[in-house]
């Protein structure tokens, strides 16, 4: 069965702080999708990335970065020079290839303090 | 810009009460999903549709149900509300082409008195 899991209840840090963000996940398919999404105060999940079983290259967008490492199955999030306007909860999801349900990982809040 | 509205921010309902949340995307997406958000549970999928008048149960359906009569609408159906369905409910939609990104409500936060 799959599932995702981020252990991290909550994380706090200074603002200009690196934070990673752990996903880690398990499922049977070999064709499979992993995403994250950003939760902000005002309540609407807000899509951050999609990355496909086969695609294990690291992505890197403006201060945010993934790292997909199928051997750990762990798909993290880290923030580089983080601001308060990082503030949320963020999510990291699984789909399986035959399917389009989102299983979603439990969450990570994270507080960005100035 | 894709938009999924849902009809309420805030609802108060008392228990027992038939309660119908609405959702409206206007990107003519065939997938359409319920999920209801707990804390420390994240979010769990109550049903999904992948066409009109198609439905399929997600994980937790009961005390659920669904209706889908036109494409941009997909309604969520508390029969007899009770207080542990007070929560956070969020609908979303996304094409069919297999595992794109789904598109989310601003939610629904409902109270069940």
């Known amino acids: 069965a799959q599932k995702v899991t981020q252990a991290q209840t909550e994380i706090s840090v200074v603002e200009k702080e690196d934070v990673t963000l752990d996903c880690v996940y398990e499922t049977r398919d070999t064709t499979y999708y992993l995403f994250w999404y950003k939760q902000p105060p005002s309540g609407e999940l807000v899509f951050l990335i999609r990355?496909?079983?086969?695609?294990?290259q690291n992505e890197i967008s403006g201060r945010y970065s993934w790292n997909f490492q199928k051997s750990t199955s762990s798909f993290n999030f880290t923030i580089t020079a983080s601001q308060v306007v990082d503030s949320a909860v963020y999510f990291c999801a699984l789909s399986e290839g035959n399917t389009d349900k989102l299983i979603f990982g439990t969450g990570t809040r994270l507080q960005v303090f100035p | 810009d894709v938009k999924v509205t849902q009809s309420s921010r805030y609802l108060v309902k008392r228990t027992g009460e038939k309660v119908f949340l609405e959702c409206v995307q206007d990107m003519d997406h065939e997938n359409m999903f319920w999920y209801r958000q707990d804390p420390g549970l994240g979010l769990r999928l109550i049903y999904f549709s992948y066409d009109v008048k198609m439905k399929e149960k997600g994980d937790i359906p009961e005390g659920y149900s669904v209706s889908r009569e036109k494409k941009e609408r997909f309604s969520l159906i508390l029969e007899s509300a009770s207080t542990n369905q007070t929560s956070m409910y969020l609908c979303a939609s996304s094409w069919t082409e297999m595992n794109t990104e789904a598109f989310f409500g601003q939610g629904t936060r409902l109270t069940v008195v």
């Open positions: 990355r496909n079983s086969f695609d294990e």
